[in-house]
């Protein structure tokens, strides 16, 4: 049920480390965050998901060594029609590739990036810190995290996907690396310990039927 805390060795009755270089993690549907009931039946189980990731890559229960050398990016795919006091950005003008399609592409209400890493910068003076994204400075595009994993692995511009990201850290142009204003490789910080209510054998034993977590024909 929970495929990516087994290949984190978080499974004691399948120990093994099998991280890919790089993962994309999907929750299910009752623990996606997704407001309200409907197809989501959200549990309120997605802290306690993301939680037993973070801890499952820094405390490292099968010695798989992740924690070094990993860097978890946690977004969501939507603002989930909660209030945002900030206009969104406009994107009038970018034509990009393919038949004018700028013109499909604009932006909404901020979703959070959290990014968990030795190498992240510590948050400073709470909520309303450096890393508020305020329509200025620290805010980033999707497109951002496509960058970071080419940029990281060495692979051309667009090597997985179109090359032009139009609006990838347009707002960090001071940073020579994608997502470089939130990491510092010169120090490495501690492993958090993140306190959950169910732990990984919950996720990992859970026996109910996947359900897809987009809830679109709710809507």
């Known amino acids: 049920m929970a495929p990516i805390l087994t290949d984190l060795g978080a499974n004691?009755?399948?120990?093994?480390?099998?991280?890919?270089?790089?993962?994309?993690?999907?929750?299910?549907?009752?623990?996606?965050?997704?407001?309200?009931?409907?197809?989501?039946?959200?549990?309120?189980?997605?802290?306690?998901?993301?939680?037993?990731?973070?801890?499952?890559?820094?405390?490292d229960p099968n010695n798989c060594g992740y924690w070094n050398n990993t860097i978890i990016l946690i977004t969501w795919d939507d603002w989930g029609g909660w209030y945002d006091h900030v206009p969104p950005f406009s994107a009038t003008g970018y034509i990009g590739s393919g038949n004018g399609n700028g013109q499909q592409y604009v932006y909404g209400f901020r979703v959070p990036l959290l990014v968990v890493s030795p190498y992240t910068l510590?948050?400073?003076?709470?909520?309303?810190?450096?890393?508020?994204?305020?329509?200025?400075?620290?805010?980033?595009?999707?497109?951002?995290?496509?960058?970071?994993?080419?940029?990281?692995?060495?692979l051309s511009p667009g090597g997985i996907g179109d090359p032009h990201y139009p609006?990838?850290?347009?707002?960090?142009?001071?940073?020579?690396?994608?997502?470089?204003?939130?990491?510092?490789?010169d120090t490495a910080q501690s492993a958090p310990n993140i306190t959950v209510q169910h732990d990984p054998s919950f996720f990992i034993n859970y026996s109910g039927q996947p359900m897809d977590p987009d809830n679109d024909a709710d809507e």
Do not use: M
Request: hydrophobic share 30%; proline share 8%.
């Open 167 to 185: 609006y990838a850290d347009y707002f960090a142009p001071d940073f020579s690396s994608p997502l470089g204003d939130f990491i510092n490789t």
């Open 122 to 154: 510590p948050v400073v003076d709470g909520p309303q810190s450096n890393f508020t994204c305020t329509g200025t400075t620290y805010c980033h595009d999707f497109g951002s995290i496509l960058l970071f994993i080419e940029d990281n692995f060495g």
């Open 12 to 59: 004691p009755l399948n120990p093994k480390c099998n991280l890919k270089q790089v993962s994309y993690v999907v929750p299910d549907a009752r623990w996606s965050d997704h407001s309200g009931g409907g197809q989501s039946q959200n549990l309120g189980l997605g802290p306690d998901w993301v939680g037993n990731i973070v801890n499952a890559v820094g405390n």
